[in-house]
């Protein structure tokens, strides 16, 4: 490809000493010059030198074939060195249609072969598309020809309404600073299916002062999926889906802070499991985890979209309920408790067990104004709903200390 390009972007150009037109002129002057000198002065030498009628006749004869025979070299000599040239000149332009149908060539393998599609196109509303490789057809669904001056459809109308504006404005931003630019955003095929795509450019001037986009454009839908499933793992419980401890606390702390700020109530549900062991131990760990499944998408069910349900490890879950005061926390709590109670749980062997919680309820700001206290006298009142019984709703006291006892 080096030599190629060196072929191409540096070639030697035959020696040209003027137009075509001044050329034959000069050469036409030339040759009417040295005719009439010849003829003129040629004349008068012979004629001193022959006085004698036939010897000038005869010298006139081969001064005539001496004429021809000039011209005649000088015109074979003339015409051999414009043929020659002209040989060059056309051999010159045939290497170089050779080197760039190669070079055409390797650009033709190099975009069809590359993992999402090269493009060229205008920067106006429609990204109206100039040129687009076969990887087209494999990203949008769309053959090129297509989409190529938005025969079919624009390549704008592919991008999803909501990154419209953003692509828009970065890809204005990074040509107007003569810089490359790179965006995500999502892209609808022909088909209807969603992908994520990474577009990678920059602007290209041309002579005539007009701009225009060159880049890349490549599919990024398993990699956007696998950030998903990474940033879920990072917040969310492996087993049953719901928030992990660590987001829920900062969860609990967000809600704390906008409870505070605009004095309104904030309830916290401590739930702990029954005989949760028991399960375990006489059904097996897979009971226990179906068990544990089954109940958290009862109560993430059971709950309003705004409110967040959480496990702390092991049987142990809470829930956040922002605008809740003490009663609407108690009732909101009951009813948990009894479709718990109410709910069988099927295991695979198709036989069914029936699990029970106890629950311990802390309101703020009524059990504690800040996150250590209000979870401490949550966790309290369901160590108390524990010690009466279990399957129980307790509501915490103020003052209440950090009981760690389950069971």
Avoid at 70 to 99: H, I, K, P, Y
Avoid at 236 to 265: F, H, I, K, M
């Amino acid at each position: 490809m080096g030599s190629d390009r060196s072929e191409i972007t540096q070639p030697i150009q035959p020696n040209d000493s003027g137009r075509p037109l001044r050329r034959a002129l000069w050469v036409t002057l030339a040759y009417l010059g040295v005719g009439l000198a010849w003829i003129t002065f040629s004349d008068q030498v012979v004629e001193r030198w022959f006085p004698d009628p036939r010897q000038l006749s005869l010298v006139q004869t081969w001064k005539g074939f001496l004429f021809v025979a000039v011209t005649g070299v000088v015109l074979f000599l003339v015409m051999w060195r414009q043929l020659n040239n002209d040989r060059n000149s056309l051999s010159f332009q045939e290497d170089q249609r050779r080197a760039l149908r190669r070079r055409e060539r390797q650009l033709s393998v190099l975009m069809n072969n590359l993992p999402g599609m090269a493009y060229r196109c205008l920067p106006d509303e429609d990204w109206t598309m100039l040129f687009v490789s076969a990887g087209c057809s494999d990203l949008t669904g769309y053959r090129p020809d297509e989409l190529v001056h938005n025969r079919i459809t624009s390549y704008a109308a592919l991008i999803d309404a909501g990154d419209t504006g953003t692509v828009a404005r970065e890809v204005a931003s990074a040509t107007k600073q003569g810089r490359p630019f790179s965006v995500e955003y999502a892209l609808t095929r022909r088909d209807g299916s969603k992908i994520w795509v990474w577009e990678r450019g920059c602007g290209v001037w041309d002579d005539d002062g007009s701009c225009v986009l060159e880049g890349i454009i490549l599919d990024i839908s398993d990699r956007k999926k696998l950030e998903c499933e990474l940033e879920a793992m990072a917040t969310r419980d492996s087993l049953t889906g719901v928030l992990n401890r660590r987001e829920c606390s900062r969860v609990l702390d967000e809600e704390l802070a906008r409870a505070s700020r605009y004095q309104r109530p904030l309830a916290l549900l401590w739930i702990d499991f029954d005989h949760f062991k028991e399960i375990n131990d006489t059904w097996g760990h897979a009971a226990g985890d179906l068990a544990l499944c089954s109940i958290s998408r009862l109560l993430e069910e059971s709950v309003r979209s705004v409110d967040a349900l959480g496990r702390f490890g092991g049987e142990e879950f809470v829930i956040i309920l922002p605008e809740m005061d003490v009663r609407e926390a108690g009732e909101t709590a009951e009813r948990l408790r009894q479709r718990v109670s109410d709910h069988a749980v099927v295991l695979e062997s198709g036989q069914t067990i029936h699990l029970t919680i106890s629950t311990g309820v802390a309101v703020f700001p009524d059990h504690g104004e800040t996150l250590d206290a209000l979870c401490a006298a949550a966790d309290k009142a369901m160590y108390w709903a524990k010690k009466r019984g279990r399957n129980c709703v307790v509501m915490a006291q103020p003052g209440s200390r950090v009981h760690n006892g389950s069971g």
